[in-house]
């Protein structure tokens, strides 16, 4: 079976510009959550998405918005981009958005690079 | 605050050598726990969960992690080292409150030297 998968994966803009990330779930799983992992940390929790819906957000700017489509898939949108934006993007899908021990699978990620 | 620890930023052993990576957190309530590695311009790969089941978790490639909840860790270690395990090493943890949010550490870089 497919596992996630994300693109594109390397992208690179200049300041200002806006992007958006592409990310579809293992088949069946109706969770996508979004992360940015800056080089040297570990990933930050952005978004998670179940049934088209919000259900988290982390401490991210009003730049940073998503949205999940009726086959699961999902989008990151980034606007106005700044160079601290520059990270690699993490989709992770998961079976619900109840938390517990549901894993979440981890895509290749998207390099993203604002110059 | 809800927060993830990982002592040791580099780790170095030797191929055959004991593995050892540390992890502790915040919060006396127990969160459900789990280790990923991440090799070179790769994704986050699952390597064990906590799920409340047994305090000893037994994971892929020979890793294993033991709950702790008395010290609030969730140490991870493997008995001998192989090249192979050479990557970045996470842990996360979900709080029941956190819904599917998970807080990483910042990893440990495990380098293996022949």
């Known amino acids: 079976d497919a596992g996630v998968t994300q693109s594109p994966t390397h992208l690179i803009k200049t300041r200002g510009q806006q992007v958006t990330l592409r990310c579809s779930p293992i088949?069946?799983?109706?969770?996508v959550s979004w992360y940015q992992q800056v080089l040297g940390q570990g990933p930050q929790f952005i978004f998670q998405y179940y049934e088209k819906e919000e259900r988290g957000r982390g401490n991210f700017p009003d730049r940073f918005s998503a949205r999940q489509f009726p086959n699961y898939s999902s989008e990151l949108n980034v606007n106005a981009l700044l160079l601290g934006d520059s990270a690699l993007y993490l989709c992770a899908s998961s079976l619900s958005a109840s938390g517990g021990a549901d894993t979440q699978y981890f895509g290749p990620g998207t390099r993203l690079t604002v110059l | 605050a809800q927060s993830v620890t990982q002592l040791g930023s580099h780790v170095s052993v030797s191929e055959g050598a004991l593995v050892l990576l540390r992890c502790n957190y915040s919060?006396?309530?127990?969160?459900?726990l789990f280790w990923y590695v991440q090799y070179p311009n790769q994704g986050l790969q699952l390597l064990l969960k906590?799920?409340?089941?047994?305090?000893l978790v037994k994971g892929i490639n020979g890793f294993e992690a033991e709950f702790k909840k008395s010290e609030t860790s969730f140490h991870l270690t493997k008995p001998s080292a192989h090249m192979s395990d050479a990557a970045e090493y996470f842990c996360?943890?979900?709080?029941?409150?956190?819904?599917?949010?998970?807080?990483f550490g910042r990893g440990t870089q495990l380098t293996v030297w022949p």
């Open positions: 088949s069946g799983h109706k969770s």
């Open positions: 996360a943890v979900r709080w029941g409150s956190t819904l599917g949010r998970l807080y």
């Open positions: 919060s006396s309530v127990p969160p459900y």
């Open positions: 906590y799920t409340s089941a047994a305090t």
